[in-house]
T-cell receptor, first 116, second 111 residues
């Protein structure tokens, strides 16, 4: 149980285009989903927290207009990187938490984004 | 005060040995301490977690030791295997708040 999927697993795009990454909880309803960014050999950096049906809460320094997060259902959250630039190239990972009183976060497999 | 300090940065252990990774925190309001294992190119996977009312928790070869007064907790991997070679992250949170991650420890287990 507690499986989180991400799609696509890797994507290459041209500078200036937008890329959408999907995060799905497959066998549970995710009240809260998180989006992280990870640079090579570094720790996970939280970008934003999203609760189903409400606006995402972004961490300090994360551009809201650049990283659009939507959590329209209890099993799906999307991260759209708008007008991507090479510096946006990174490993993006989502996690999901079941219920408002659950601490455990289950992570997806990650999406490797390369912007040319 | 929100930081979680993790050490060592890297660890080399021989097969069959014990791997020990340490973490320290400042915020006494933290009440949930998970450990995650991450293989290259994959997302982190929850290994084991502990709450402050328990000093030790064991699951198979993995044990968390928790010292509330010292604000430290550690992961022990007994009988380390080459398949355990991965990056390990400790984390802490206040109840259902966001996780604060340590900087990670890259473990290499040699046969």
């Amino acid at each position: 149980g507690a499986v989180v999927s991400q799609h696509p697993s890797r994507v290459i795009c041209k500078s200036g285009t937008s890329v959408k990454i999907e995060c799905r909880s497959l066998d549970f309803q995710a009240t809260t989903m998180f989006w992280y960014r990870q640079f090579p050999k570094k720790s996970l950096m939280l970008m934003a927290t999203s609760n189903e049906g409400s606006k995402a809460t972004y961490e300090q320094g994360v551009e809201k207009d650049k990283f659009l997060i939507n959590h329209a259902s209890l099993t799906l959250s999307t991260l759209t990187v708008t007008s991507a630039h090479p510096e946006d190239s990174s490993f993006y990972i989502c996690s999901a938490r079941e219920g408002l009183r659950q601490e455990t976060q289950y992570f997806g497999p990650g999406t490797r984004l390369l912007v040319l | 005060q929100q930081q979680v300090k993790q050490s060592p940065q890297s660890l080399i252990v021989q097969k069959g040995g014990i791997s020990i990774i340490n973490c320290a925190y400042e915020n006494t309001a933290f009440d949930y301490f998970p450990w995650y294992q991450q293989f290259p190119g994959k997302g982190p996977a929850l290994l084991i977690a502990i709450r402050p009312d328990v000093s030790e928790k064991k699951e198979g070869r993995f044990t968390i030791s928790f010292n509330k007064s010292a604000k430290q907790f550690s992961l022990h991997i007994m009988d380390s295997q080459p398949g355990d070679s991965a990056t390990y992250f400790c984390a802490a949170s206040m109840s259902t708040d966001k996780l604060i991650f340590g900087t990670g420890t890259r473990l290499q287990v040699f046969p």
